[in-house]
T-cell receptor
Framework: DGGITQSPKYLFRKEGQNVTLSCEQN?????MYWYRQDPGQGLRLIYY???????QKGDIAEGYSVSREKKESFPLTVTSAQKNPTAFYLC?????????????FGSGTQLSVL | EDQVTQSPEALRLQEGESSSLNCSYT??????LFWYRQDPGKGPEFLFT???AGEEKEKERLKATLTKKESFLHITAPKPEDSATYLC???????????????FGTGTQLKVEL
């Protein structure tokens, strides 16, 4: 079955540590996205990518980094510069990234600080 | 700046008791309004896209409608399995270079009881 796979489901970060969240899709979609979800807030866009080797900052990119070396993969690194990383992280994809397209979401990664 | 406000924050219904969820929005040039369903600990699942005022879409017990200022998600004769958080999102101006940026509301948490 086609879909988006996020791993791990739960992740714990120590002070000063960088952690990487994995996102893989087999939908053959060009566009991929990372959103952050906090209780009582709407999903907020961190980064997005429309093609391989290219990505753009979203609304809350500070303290995060991404790469897009392969079409099917879009990992997110939460760096030590992100002072409030505890949140539910969602990866999504869409066919081309043009307007009006629905997003397909993964099942999320819950990141917590030790 | 695009804004989305959903109401109520939480709604408790008896099985079979129909109701509506509201999504009020302000956007510069609506490209699409999206409804998603999210179960606890999971990623959002796409329900509907509406593109212009007057448009309506249905799926089983759900019907989404759109005006120039708001959208309603009508739930007819709900069942316990309809319990979830329902998210509304809008897509307004296209970012420079394209992109499928969505602005999400905080959601309505629906609980349907026997």
């Amino acid at each position: 079955d086609g879909g988006i796979t996020q791993s791990p489901k739960y992740l714990f970060r120590k002070e000063g540590q960088n952690v990487t969240l994995s996102c893989e899709q087999n939908l053959n979609h060009d566009a991929m996205y990372w959103y952050r979800q906090d209780p009582g807030q709407g999903l907020r866009l961190i980064y997005y990518s429309q093609i391989v080797n290219d990505f753009q900052k979203g609304d809350i990119a500070e303290g995060y980094s991404v790469s897009r070396e392969k079409k099917e993969s879009f990992p997110l690194t939460v760096t030590s510069a992100q002072k409030n990383p505890t949140a539910f992280y969602l990866c999504a994809s869409s066919s081309t990234g043009r307007y009006g397209e629905k997003l397909f979401f993964g099942s999320g990664t819950q990141l917590s600080v030790l | 700046e695009d804004q989305v406000t959903q109401s109520p924050e939480a709604l408790r219904l008896q099985e079979g008791e129909s109701s509506s969820l509201n999504c009020s929005y302000t956007v510069s040039g609506l490209r699409g309004l999206f409804w998603y369903r999210q179960d606890p600990g999971k990623g959002p699942e796409f329900l509907f896209t509406l593109y212009s005022a007057g448009e309506e879409k249905e799926k089983e017990r759900l019907k989404a409608t759109l005006t120039k200022k708001e959208s309603f998600l009508h739930i007819t004769a709900p069942k316990p399995e309809d319990s979830a958080t329902y998210l509304c999102a809008v897509q307004g101006n296209i970012l420079t270079g394209g992109g499928n940026k969505l602005t999400f509301g905080t959601g309505t948490q629906l609980k349907v009881e026997l």
